[in-house]
T-cell receptor, first 111, second 114 residues
């Protein structure tokens, strides 16, 4: 079935430290893996994505890695700041039109 | 402009009311989506429109009726809702139906059914 598992559900890190969130997906045909950040009262905001033809992508303090063989991908945030506190969702496509989300990680940055 | 605009931001409606949620994008995207999000849960897909035609209905009850009047607009008509339908309703759009392009979300409509 269409399943994306995400861990951990909550994560607290000291400001300046790194945060890592991991997701696994069920469909080996999935080829697009975005990450969204959702702040309270707002819609999800795309922060980075990766496609199956690459293994890693970076954008300043944010990076995503993909292991197609193991069917898992991870979000890495370095030098965390208080404004990084939010709920983060991974997602994977199933077929051409469906984007299924992971269960979310509530990230808290401790000043 | 990467903005998806949803109106209203908040809506309270009774179980016998009829209301509509509206979504607009001017990015030239040809795929538009409705998602439902309950508190502390991920967004769940409801409908997908591709080139103004309904391409996916995720077995959504008929009290939710989507409409795509043109390539920039997406509506969700609501009728005879139940209190359990209270949620954040999110609209999203992407360049086309093939999900190798980014999907952008609106801020959502917070719906409360009383």
């Amino acid at each position: 079935g269409e399943n994306v598992e995400q861990h951990p559900s909550t994560l607290s890190v000291q400001e300046g430290d790194s945060a890592v969130i991991k997701c696994t997906y069920s469909d080996s045909a999935s080829n697009y893996f975005p990450w969204y950040k959702q702040e309270l009262g707002k819609g999800p905001q795309l922060i980075i994505d990766i496609r199956s033809n690459v293994g890693e992508k970076k954008d300043q303090r944010i990076a995503v890695t993909l292991n197609k063989t193991a069917k898992h991908f991870s979000l890495h945030i370095t030098e965390t700041q208080p404004e990084d506190s939010a709920v983060y969702f991974c997602a994977a496509n199933f077929g051409n039109e469906k984007l299924t989300f992971g269960t979310g990680t509530r990230l808290t940055i401790i000043p | 402009d990467t903005e998806v605009t949803q109106t209203p931001k908040h809506l309270v409606m009774g179980m016998t009311n009829k209301k509509s949620l509206k979504c607009e994008q001017h990015m030239g995207h040809r795929a538009m989506y409705w998602y439902k999000q309950k508190a502390k849960k991920p967004p769940e897909l409801m409908f997908v429109y591709s080139y103004e035609k309904l391409s996916i209905n995720e077995s959504v009850p008929s009290r939710f009726s989507p409409e795509c009047p043109n390539s920039s607009l997406l509506n969700l008509h609501l009728h005879a809702l139940q209190p359990e339908d209270s949620a954040l309703y999110l609209c999203a759009s992407s360049q086309d139906q093939v999900l190798n392009t980014e999907a952008f979300f609106g801020q959502g409509t917070r719906l409360t059914v009383v």
